[in-house]
Every structure is written in structure tokens, then in C-alpha cells.
């Protein structure tokens, strides 16, 4: 478990042993304190100050500002906020040369910061107040469950002008200890008062708000936080050795009490054990090796006289011879006029001497261990209770020495009544190597040589040795074994035997032995026992060699194998002859699979059975010679789709895979020289057979021939069609037997087969009618050619006046007429024109003629003929101013209709003229003509007006 030299010197092979440091903080919460305690210090009357000590892990959240709670039972309660910072020092636990790595310096290695915050403050009296800090939350731990937060609490009693400091833990770290390795820790607790420390484990808290106590997963509690772990209640010294890696929470409280067994205050520790894979364990702890002026009653333990000098070694060593340990302790400051003196390094002892003082025992001392591992250090604390007495009552008597023999494979021997004499009793014994040992010694494994028993106490004390010398005892060696093969030569048992078995022993067993060997031929196996005879004390001594004789192998004997390229797997084993033994292995050309030959992945040869021999037999083999004759190939079946008008195909050149040529071929149709020829054969399957040479079957594959129709599009055809036809079918157009569901393409889009004249251009259309593969597409053409409708125009109506000019009769037509056509109707048509003077009224037609297959078109001029309206000739009247009302109309010539309107001067009643009422001037008699179209009031605006006959008078 110990480093190599190529350990101890290479940094980054010890921090393979690292990795594992890593893991307790995977899941830790943002704040990762590892560990809290507060601590107090009376300065003045009811003056104290408080100190809150804060490890955290660097690899976790910065520092925050924190607070401190007070509370008594007297009824006063406050919060301190902003505590101030004192210290801030890293206490990472790593050597010298790695600090510069760990987190806190921004490395990967565990880094951790001590922060020291004091306050000073007048407390008033009282006999019970806690002062206490807590914060969310810890880090995932193996002890406890979640991750609640945490809470510590000192108190303290003031009552009656009391005036102490609280213990003070001296230990500044959070420890890093080996999987499965003891570990010894103290916190290092000073009392400047001098007063007694009882030290105890209790529950991890946390506030919420009240202080409560977290939830220990099953199988730890607050008293066993770690299985096995122990706490001296009045060393603080605990041990322990830890199974698992992981994170440990512990609690110790430190309870103070007077020289009057007056409780003063407690306070507490809470913190975490870091149990990790370690390359390099700590040193290991030897304990008091020598003593002068007292005596060692344990391994942590001395007595010493009051007022008598002593000195005594305290032993460590570390079993890589490589390693250097450094002790140190504060001894020298704890006890006035000690010494503590280091010599060595591995190992190292530290001598302690003093003057015992009677007023301070018991007392403990302290030393620090550190076997220099780097990047972690290994650190433990040894602790050592010394004791010191007075001069007993009776002189103590430890009896008489004594020497006595013995030898491995003896009793254990109780050393205390190996002493002549009377002997006292409760006494304590040392080994051979100076160290405490049990009064018992074991030849198995204790050490001969001198056992001191020593009596009494430190100021005065007997001792007597007993020593222990081992016998030549017999030796028949160890157990051993012989596994023979049943065909094997005799082999020597007493070689078998481990140890140094000594020669002239005798062997029993199932068969009588001659010459001490063992003869398969001739005897049984099983156990036999070698016997040596001993001189008392000793007693006989005997061994055993046990026999296992295992059967010689069977591989049976050579055989061989003819078969096919692509025949079946065959079993090769079953091709041996003899009585070959099953579970043997092949080898040969090929990896053998299932102990069977396979022509589709092996090659032929000597394939080799060999059966492994149960050591010491040796194994056995046989062969199978494989011949494999290449199987007959037609290749891998085919597809030929062809048409019905398609040239002679290959047959052969269809079939997949590498097809040996010669074969023959046979189907629905005769085939002649390996083609299939559309026009003489029918379509089907068609067998290609190729005879295979013994063993080897004759192999075939088929070309499955399918045939297609080809297609027919039909004969190009003409189309000559109208502008203005009904969309006429273009297929109808092509000659011969065209297919349907063809394509058409052409200047314009086809649509449902026709020539739509309205929406399409005339030009070729080709007709495509897509081949079934592989017969080609087929294709047609209609060649259309567009005459273009004749227009006659739209039909019109012409109004006419009797007495208008003649007006022209295409000019009444909508659209846009051709010219060049031809009229008719009531009266000739001369010039186009319709003339009233000569022309009857009535329907006149246009047509047109058209080309065919274009038909003639027609439009009509329907003329209606009004009269010419008459308002007569103008006429004058003179009249007096008295005269009688007179009709205007009667002063009109020429034959005037009646029923026209008169205007004026002035407004003319019942078409008189009455010169009391109306002013003189010109009388004007409109007749309203019949209205003329729309078209002739153009014409009247452009100039060309009717008779819309007007007189004046």
C-alpha cells in the first residue's frame, strides 16, 4: 500500500491518487462550508470577545458577510451583522510546493480558507447565554441526509462577576484522511484557566429558525458518526479507521468546568472527515518505545514520578524507507520545563523529559505527525497520557526471570506464569522492541527473544523477564498438491511440500508409498501425509500432499473430408476415427466455427483437432485433410423484359453473378444460340443448367423473360379548322389504330385531346404514346392549319328622318365588319348607303363570305323611316295695346302641325298673343321632331342634323 521510489518522486503519479478528492464536493450547494466553530475570551468585566471561525472550500461560492445571534434566559435577544474579518490564511492541507495548485489559487487541487471574524461586546450578567451563527447549506456527505444548513453555538455563564475564556481548538484544517487506514486525530483543545474538559460527539444541527437536528442516514448517528470511531472524553483524541470514501460529518462538543465542578460554558466544533484513496498512507505510531524513571503502561501511556526527572522515546515509522516524518508538538509550551527533542527521520523519535508535577496530572501531550506526502499531506496526531504518582506503600515485586522454549505450530504461552517468585499482579509488559504488549505470547506470530514484566508505578517499580527461545521443533513443511496425469512417470511427493520440510519422515495415504514417490501406474491419488517426529516440547509435524490424477487426452485419429465449394457445413470432429474426446480445439486454414467446415468462408488443408491435456497431461491432436472441388456456377437468376418488335437478346448475358460458361439452356421456347429472339419464342422462364463434378450438385438460375406489346401511336393526320369552331379531337385526326392515353405536345397546351381554335395556335401536335421498357415511345403527328372566321360584324338599328341625307349602312354595324361583303334587303343597296329619298325602310343584311371551312357570316341594319315634322312658314302680326287677345298660331303660312309649343317674350297661354299681358317681339312655334338614334344625333352635333323643321314669325 506504500509508495514506491518512483511514487515518492513523481508529483503527478501521486496525484493519481487525487482523484477521488473530487468527488465528495460534486453535488456540495453553493456555500461548501466544511467546518464553523465559536469561541469566546473574557477581557474585561462582563467584556468578552467573540470569535467566529469559517473553513470553506475554495472550489465553492465567495465569502459573505456574516452574523452572530445572541440570546440569554434572562430575556435579552440581538443579531450582530457584519461581523468584522480579522484572518483570512489558507489551511489547505497539501506540502509546501502543491499550495500554489490547490483551488484557492485558482489549481484543481482541494484548497481551503480559515476566515477568523472578532467582535468585542458587553455582555450583562447572566448564567446562560448562546451565542450562535448558522448558514444554508453543507455539502453532500455520507453520514447525513440532503444537504441542510448548518449551526454552531458556544455558552457561556457570567453570572456573579464569572470571568473566563472558552476552550480554543488549535487544530486549523479540515482532514483529509486514507480509506482503510487508522487514522488518529485531536482537535487540540487548550483551556487557559486550567479548568476541566469533558469532550463529547453530538448532533450536526441546523437552524430552521430553531436549532434542530439533521437526519443521519441509517446506520450512523450523532454519538457513532463514522462506524467504529471512538472520542476520549478526556483527551478529545479520536480514532477510527474509515471503510468508505466520502465526506463525514462530526460534531464535538467541549464542555468547561471549575475547579468547583462548576459548569462555565461549551462550545463546539463542527467539521468534516475528507476519507479519500490515498497512494501514500500515514506514518504508523510505534507508541513509547523506552522509558527512564517511570515505566509505559500502554501504548498511549506512561507513569511517571512526582519531582523525579524522565525522559521517554515516542517511536514512528513509515514502512516506505523513503518517506520522511516530522514530528512536532506544543509540549514544550504545555509543560514548564519539558524539552521535546526530534531525532531521525524514518523513523523518527521524539524524546519528551521533564520534572513531573504531581498538581497537573493527569496530563496529555500532544504531537503532530506528518510523513511529508505531497500534494496531500499525510498528517495524525498521537496522544500521550502521563501520569504521575507517588512512591506505592509496599515495594512491588515482579517475581523472577525465567527462560522457556518453543516453536511454530505450539499453543500460545501466558507469559505471566512463565515468572518464578510471587509476582504481583496488574502489571504491564514490553516486547522485545521496547513497545507494550500483551501478556500472552504467540508463536505465530510474536517475535522471540526478552518479554519484561513490569510492576508498581512510576516512582518506584519491579521488573522480571521471561525469555523466549524457539525450539528446533519438527518440520514437515507446508500443504502442497500433485496433479498427475494417468499416463505420467512416478514423480517425488516430498517435492510437493512446501517449506523445508526435513528429510526421514514417513508417508501414509490411500496406497502403500515406495521410496517416497507416486506412481499412477500403480497407485491411488488422494491425500498423503508426510510425518516428522519431534523432541518434545515440540510436537510431531506433518504435511500433506493431495493427489488429483487426471485421464490422459483423446484427440482420436487422422481422417479426411472431399467436399463442394458451396456445399453444406459438415461436422470435421466427425471425420476423426478412434474414440476422439469432445471439447478440443481446431485450427488450420481457416478459424474454425462450431467445429464444423464450411466451404462458403473456409479455405481446404489440414485442420488440426487437438484436446488440451489436464496439466500434467499433456495434449493430443489429429488431423482432417479437407478437399473442396469448386462448385458448379450458372450464376444468379435474371430478369429480360423486352418487346414485341425488340431484336434477339442475350440470355446468358441476364444471369447475376459470375455464370461458367457451357451450360444449356431450356423453357417455353427452343432457344438457338443462347438468345431470345421476340419474334419466334414465347415469353416465360428460361433455365440455364451447368453439370456440377462430384461431390458438387449440377447448379441452375433462370432468366424470366417478359414480354411487351409495343405501342402504336397511329398515322399523322391534318386538321383545318375555323378561328371561331367548336374545339375539335386531335386523335380523331390520326390514321391507322392509335393507342389511347397518349401525351400530346404542340405550340399550345392540349387539353382533354382537342384544338380549341379560341385558345390555342395552329401548328404540329404530336401524339406520344409511352413504350412499356423497353419498347420505345411511339409518336404521331395533326398538322393544324386555322382559317379565320369571317365577321360580319354586330347587328345595328338605323333611325332615319324622311327628309335626311343618305347614310351608310356598314357604319350601323358593332364589332368590326370586313368589308367586301354584299347587302340586301327591301331596296337595293347601292354604295353601302341607305338613302330615304329612294329607299324603303326596313331589315337590311350584311354577308360575308368566309373561306372554308369557315361559314359565310351575316349581320343586320334594321331602318326605321320618321317623318319630317312641319311648323310652317313665319308670319307677323301688328297689333294696339288694347287690342283683343289674337292666336299666333293662325298668323303662321304654309300648313303648320299642330300641337308645337310657342316661346317668347313673354309666356304664351292657350297660343295667343294678348297685348295687355305680353310684350311684343318674336313668338318662335317648335314642333318636336320624332327622335332620331343616338347615332344621327352625332351626326346632327357633327353637322349633319335632320329636318327638325322650326318657323319664326
Given at each position: 500500500?506504500?509508495q514506491?521510489?518512483?511514487d515518492?518522486?513523481?508529483?503527478?503519479?501521486?496525484?493519481?491518487?487525487?482523484?477521488?478528492l473530487?468527488l465528495?464536493?460534486?453535488?456540495?450547494r453553493?456555500?461548501?462550508?466544511s467546518?464553523?466553530?465559536?469561541?469566546?475570551?473574557?477581557?474585561?468585566?462582563?467584556q468578552?470577545?467573540?470569535?467566529?471561525?469559517?473553513?470553506?472550500?475554495c472550489a465553492?461560492?465567495?465569502?459573505?458577510?456574516?452574523?452572530?445571534?445572541?440570546?440569554?434566559?434572562?430575556?435579552?435577544?440581538f443579531?450582530?451583522?457584519?461581523?468584522?474579518?480579522?484572518?483570512?490564511e489558507?489551511?489547505?492541507?497539501?506540502?509546501?510546493?502543491?499550495?500554489?495548485?490547490?483551488?484557492?489559487?485558482?489549481?484543481?487541487l482541494p484548497?481551503i480558507r480559515h476566515?477568523?471574524?472578532?467582535?468585542?461586546?458587553i455582555?450583562?450578567?447572566?448564567?446562560?447565554w448562546?451565542i450562535?451563527?448558522?448558514?444554508?447549506?453543507?455539502?453532500?456527505?455520507?453520514?447525513?441526509?440532503?444537504?441542510?444548513?448548518?449551526?454552531v453555538?458556544?455558552?457561556l455563564?457570567?453570572l456573579?462577576?464569572?470571568?473566563?475564556?472558552?476552550?480554543?481548538?488549535?487544530?486549523?484544517v479540515?482532514p483529509?484522511?486514507?480509506?482503510?487506514?487508522?487514522?488518529?486525530?485531536?482537535?487540540?483543545?487548550?483551556?487557559?484557566?486550567g479548568?476541566?474538559?469533558?469532550y463529547?460527539?453530538i448532533?450536526?444541527r441546523?437552524?430552521?429558525?430553531?436549532?434542530?437536528?439533521?437526519?443521519y442516514?441509517?446506520?450512523?448517528?450523532?454519538?457513532?458518526?463514522?462506524?467504529?470511531?471512538t472520542?476520549?472524553?478526556t483527551?478529545?483524541?479520536?480514532?477510527?479507521?474509515?471503510?468508505?470514501?466520502?465526506?463525514?460529518?462530526?460534531v464535538?462538543?467541549?464542555?468547561?468546568?471549575?475547579?468547583?465542578?462548576?459548569?462555565?460554558?461549551?462550545?463546539?466544533?463542527?467539521?468534516?472527515?475528507?476519507?479519500?484513496?490515498?497512494?501514500d498512507?500515514?506514518a504508523?505510531n510505534?507508541g513509547?518505545?523506552?522509558?527512564?524513571?517511570?515505566?509505559?503502561?500502554?501504548?498511549?501511556?506512561i507513569q511517571?514520578?512526582?519531582?523525579?526527572?524522565?525522559?521517554?522515546?515516542?517511536?514512528?515509522?513509515?514502512?516506505?524507507?523513503?518517506?520522511?516524518?516530522?514530528l512536532?508538538?506544543?509540549?514544550a509550551?504545555?509543560?514548564?520545563?519539558s524539552?521535546?527533542?526530534?531525532?531521525?527521520s524514518n523513523?523518527a523519535?521524539?524524546?519528551?523529559?521533564w520534572?513531573?508535577?504531581?498538581?497537573?496530572?493527569?496530563?496529555?501531550?500532544?504531537?503532530?505527525?506528518n510523513?511529508?506526502?505531497?500534494?496531500l499531506q499525510?498528517?495524525?496526531?498521537?496522544?500521550?497520557?502521563?501520569?504521575?504518582?507517588?512512591?506505592p506503600?509496599v515495594?512491588p515485586?515482579a517475581g523472577?526471570?525465567a527462560?522457556?522454549s518453543?516453536?511454530?505450530?505450539t499453543?500460545?504461552v501466558?507469559l505471566?506464569?512463565?515468572l518464578?517468585?510471587?509476582?504481583?499482579?496488574?502489571?504491564?509488559?514490553t516486547?522485545?522492541?521496547?513497545?507494550?504488549h500483551?501478556?500472552?505470547?504467540?508463536?505465530?506470530s510474536?517475535?522471540?527473544?526478552?518479554?519484561?514484566?513490569?510492576?508498581?508505578?512510576?516512582c518506584?517499580?519491579?521488573?522480571?523477564?521471561?525469555?523466549?527461545?524457539q525450539?528446533?521443533?519438527?518440520?514437515?513443511?507446508?500443504?502442497?498438491?500433485?496433479?498427475i496425469?494417468?499416463?505420467?512417470?512416478?514423480?517425488?511427493?516430498?517435492?510437493?511440500?512446501?517449506?523445508?520440510?526435513?528429510?526421514?519422515?514417513?508417508?501414509?495415504?490411500?496406497?502403500?508409498v515406495?521410496?517416497?514417490?507416486?506412481?499412477?501406474?500403480?497407485m491411488?491419488p488422494?491425500?498423503?501425509t508426510?510425518?516428522?517426529?519431534a523432541?518434545?516440547?515440540c510436537?510431531?509435524?506433518?504435511?500433506?500432499?493431495?493427489?488429483?490424477?487426471?485421464?490422459?487426452?483423446?484427440?482420436?485419429?487422422?481422417?479426411?473430408?472431399?467436399t463442394?465449394?458451396?456445399?453444406?457445413?459438415?461436422?470435421?470432429?466427425?471425420?476423426?476415427g478412434?474414440?476422439?474426446q469432445?471439447?478440443?480445439a481446431?485450427?488450420?486454414?481457416?478459424?474454425?466455427?462450431g467445429?464444423?467446415?464450411?466451404?462458403?468462408?473456409?479455405?481446404p488443408?489440414?485442420?488440426?483437432?487437438?484436446?488440451?491435456?489436464?496439466?500434467?497431461?499433456?495434449?493430443?491432436?489429429?488431423t482432417?485433410?479437407?478437399?473442396?472441388?469448386?462448385?458448379?456456377n450458372?450464376?444468379?437468376?435474371?430478369?429480360?423484359?423486352?418487346?414485341?418488335?425488340?431484336?434477339?437478346?442475350?440470355?446468358?448475358a441476364?444471369?447475376?453473378?459470375a455464370?461458367?460458361?457451357?451450360?444449356?439452356?431450356?423453357?417455353?421456347?427452343?432457344v438457338?444460340?443462347?438468345?431470345?429472339?421476340p419474334?419466334?419464342?414465347?415469353?416465360?422462364?428460361?433455365?440455364?443448367?451447368?453439370?456440377?463434378?462430384?461431390?458438387?450438385?449440377?447448379a441452375s438460375?433462370?432468366?424470366?423473360?417478359?414480354?411487351?406489346?409495343?405501342?402504336n401511336?397511329?398515322?399523322?393526320?391534318?386538321?383545318t379548322?375555323?378561328s371561331?369552331?367548336?374545339?375539335?379531337?386531335?386523335f380523331?385526326?390520326?390514321?391507322?389504330?392509335p393507342?389511347?392515353?397518349?401525351a400530346?405536345s404542340?405550340p399550345?397546351?392540349?387539353v382533354?385531346?382537342n384544338?380549341?381554335?379560341?385558345?390555342?395556335?395552329?401548328?404540329?401536335y404530336?401524339?406520344t404514346?409511352?413504350g412499356?421498357?423497353?419498347?420505345a415511345?411511339?409518336?404521331?403527328?395533326?398538322?393544324?392549319?386555322?382559317n379565320?372566321?369571317?365577321?360580319a360584324?354586330?347587328?345595328?338599328?338605323?333611325?332615319?328622318?324622311?327628309?335626311?341625307?343618305?347614310?351608310?349602312?356598314?357604319?350601323?354595324?358593332?364589332?368590326?365588319?370586313?368589308?367586301?361583303?354584299?347587302?340586301?334587303?327591301?331596296?337595293?343597296?347601292?354604295?353601302?348607303t341607305?338613302?330615304?329619298a329612294?329607299m324603303?325602310p326596313?331589315?337590311?343584311?350584311?354577308?360575308?363570305?368566309g373561306?372554308?371551312?369557315?361559314?359565310n357570316?351575316s349581320?343586320?341594319?334594321?331602318?326605321?323611316?320618321?317623318?319630317?315634322?312641319?311648323?310652317g312658314?313665319?308670319?307677323?302680326v301688328?297689333?294696339?295695346?288694347d287690342?283683343?287677345?289674337?292666336s299666333l298660331?293662325a298668323q303662321?303660312?304654309?300648313?303648320?302641325?299642330?300641337?308645337?309649343?310657342w316661346?317668347?317674350p313673354s309666356p304664351?297661354?292657350?297660343?295667343n298673343?294678348d297685348?295687355?299681358?305680353?310684350?311684343p317681339g318674336?313668338?318662335?312655334?317648335?314642333?318636336?321632331?320624332?327622335?332620331?338614334?343616338?347615332?344621327?344625333?352625332d351626326?346632327?352635333?357633327?353637322?349633319?342634323?335632320?329636318?327638325?323643321?322650326?318657323?319664326?314669325w
Open positions: 500500500m506504500h514506491n521510489l518512483s515518492r518522486v513523481s508529483v503527478k503519479r501521486l496525484f493519481a491518487g487525487l482523484v477521488m473530487s465528495p464536493w460534486a453535488n456540495a453553493a456555500d461548501h462550508f467546518g464553523a466553530n465559536i469561541t469566546y475570551e473574557c477581557v474585561g468585566v462582563n468578552y470577545r467573540i470569535t467566529l471561525d469559517l473553513y470553506l472550500d465553492g461560492s465567495p465569502l459573505t458577510p456574516q452574523s452572530l445571534n445572541f440570546v440569554n434566559n434572562c430575556g435579552v435577544t443579531t450582530l451583522n457584519n461581523l468584522p474579518l480579522v484572518l483570512n489558507e489551511v489547505s492541507q497539501l506540502c509546501g510546493s502543491q499550495l500554489a495548485n490547490s483551488t484557492c489559487n485558482g489549481g484543481t484548497g476566515y477568523q471574524f472578532q467582535t468585542t461586546l455582555l450583562s450578567p447572566c448564567n446562560s448562546t450562535s451563527w448558522n448558514i444554508c447549506c453543507r455539502n453532500t456527505t455520507q453520514n447525513v441526509q440532503l444537504t441542510p444548513g448548518m449551526y453555538a458556544a455558552t455563564n457570567n456573579g462577576g464569572l470571568c473566563d475564556q472558552s476552550p480554543q481548538f488549535g487544530d486549523e479540515i483529509y484522511v486514507c480509506v482503510n487506514e487508522p487514522v488518529a486525530y485531536n482537535p487540540q483543545v487548550t483551556d487557559a484557566d479548568n476541566t474538559l469533558v463529547s460527539f448532533s450536526a441546523y437552524a430552521a429558525p430553531a436549532p434542530t437536528n439533521v437526519t442516514v441509517p446506520g450512523f448517528t450523532a454519538a457513532v458518526p463514522i462506524p467504529g470511531i472520542l476520549n472524553t483527551t478529545g483524541q479520536i480514532n477510527f479507521t474509515p471503510t468508505v470514501t466520502g465526506n463525514y460529518i462530526v464535538i462538543e467541549v464542555a468547561s468546568y471549575n475547579a468547583m465542578g462548576q459548569l462555565i460554558g461549551t462550545v463546539m466544533r463542527d467539521f468534516m472527515f475528507v476519507v479519500i484513496n490515498c497512494v498512507p500515514p504508523d510505534l513509547p518505545t523506552s522509558i527512564t524513571s517511570g515505566f509505559i503502561t500502554s501504548a498511549t501511556s511517571v514520578c512526582d519531582g523525579v526527572p524522565f525522559c521517554v522515546d515516542l517511536s514512528f515509522a513509515d514502512v516506505d524507507p523513503l518517506a520522511v516524518v516530522t512536532s508538538s506544543q509540549i509550551a504545555q509543560l514548564p520545563g524539552t521535546f527533542t526530534v531525532n531521525g523513523p523519535v521524539g524524546t519528551l523529559c520534572t513531573p508535577d504531581i498538581s497537573l496530572s493527569p496530563v496529555t501531550a500532544l504531537v503532530n505527525v510523513d511529508n506526502a505531497c500534494p499525510n498528517l495524525s496526531n498521537y496522544s500521550l497520557t502521563i501520569s504521575v504518582v507517588s512512591l506503600p515495594p515485586d523472577t526471570s527462560t522457556i518453543s516453536c511454530a505450530g499453543p500460545p501466558i505471566f506464569g512463565q518464578g517468585g510471587t509476582p504481583d499482579p496488574g502489571g504491564v509488559w516486547g522485545p522492541n521496547g513497545a507494550a500483551p501478556g500472552t505470547f504467540n508463536p505465530a510474536d517475535a522471540y527473544g526478552v518479554y519484561t514484566y513490569t510492576v508498581g508505578n512510576g518506584q517499580n519491579a521488573s522480571a523477564t521471561v525469555t523466549v527461545n525450539s528446533a521443533g519438527a518440520n514437515a513443511g507446508t500443504n502442497g498438491t500433485l496433479t496425469c494417468s499416463n505420467g512417470a512416478a514423480a517425488s511427493l516430498i517435492a510437493q511440500l512446501g517449506g523445508s520440510p526435513q528429510a526421514g519422515g514417513a508417508w501414509s495415504g490411500p496406497s502403500p515406495v521410496g517416497g514417490s507416486y506412481n499412477p501406474a500403480t491411488n488422494g491425500v498423503y508426510y510425518t516428522v517426529t523432541v518434545p516440547p510436537v510431531n509435524a506433518s504435511a500433506t500432499v493431495t493427489v488429483t490424477e487426471n485421464p490422459a487426452t483423446n484427440a482420436g485419429t487422422n481422417g479426411n473430408l472431399a463442394c465449394g458451396n456445399g453444406a457445413s459438415v461436422s470435421l470432429f466427425a471425420q476423426l478412434g474414440g476422439p469432445a471439447g478440443g481446431w485450427s488450420g486454414p481457416s478459424p474454425v466455427v467445429g464444423n467446415y464450411n466451404p462458403a468462408t473456409m479455405n488443408g489440414v485442420y488440426t483437432y487437438t484436446v488440451t491435456g489436464v496439466a500434467p497431461c499433456a495434449n493430443a491432436s489429429a482432417v485433410t479437407v478437399t473442396e472441388n469448386t462448385a458448379a450458372a450464376g444468379t437468376n435474371g430478369n429480360l423484359a423486352t418487346c414485341s418488335n425488340g431484336a434477339a437478346a442475350s440470355l446468358f441476364q444471369l447475376g453473378g455464370p461458367q460458361a457451357g451450360g444449356a439452356w431450356s423453357g417455353p421456347s427452343p438457338v444460340g443462347g438468345n431470345y429472339d419474334a419466334t419464342m414465347n415469353p416465360g422462364v428460361y433455365t440455364y443448367t451447368v453439370p456440377g463434378v462430384a461431390p458438387c450438385a449440377n438460375a433462370t432468366v424470366t423473360v417478359t414480354e411487351n406489346a409495343a405501342t401511336a397511329g398515322i399523322n393526320g391534318n386538321l379548322i375555323c371561331n369552331s367548336a374545339a375539335a379531337s386531335l380523331a385526326q390520326l390514321g391507322g389504330a393507342q389511347a392515353a397518349g400530346w404542340g399550345s397546351p392540349v382533354g385531346g384544338y380549341n381554335p379560341a385558345t390555342m395556335n395552329p401548328g404540329v404530336t401524339y404514346v409511352t412499356v421498357a423497353p419498347c415511345n411511339a409518336s404521331a403527328t395533326v398538322t393544324v392549319t386555322e379565320a372566321a369571317t365577321n360584324g354586330i347587328n345595328g338599328n338605323l333611325t332615319i328622318c324622311s327628309n335626311s341625307a343618305a347614310a351608310s349602312l356598314v357604319a350601323q354595324l358593332g364589332g368590326a365588319p370586313q368589308a367586301g361583303g354584299a347587302w340586301s334587303g327591301p331596296s337595293p343597296v347601292v354604295g353601302g341607305y338613302d330615304p329612294t324603303n326596313g331589315v337590311y343584311t350584311y354577308t360575308v363570305t373561306v372554308a371551312p369557315c361559314v357570316a349581320a343586320t341594319v334594321t331602318v326605321a323611316e320618321n317623318p319630317a315634322t312641319n311648323a312658314a313665319n308670319g307677323n301688328a297689333l294696339c295695346s287690342d283683343a287677345s289674337t298660331f303662321l303660312g304654309g300648313a303648320p302641325q299642330a300641337g308645337g309649343a316661346s317668347g304664351v297661354i292657350g297660343g298673343y297685348p295687355a299681358t305680353m310684350n318674336v313668338y318662335t312655334y317648335t314642333v318636336t321632331g320624332i327622335a332620331l338614334r343616338q347615332r344621327e344625333r351626326r346632327d352635333r357633327d353637322g349633319e342634323r335632320g329636318n327638325q323643321c322650326r318657323h319664326q
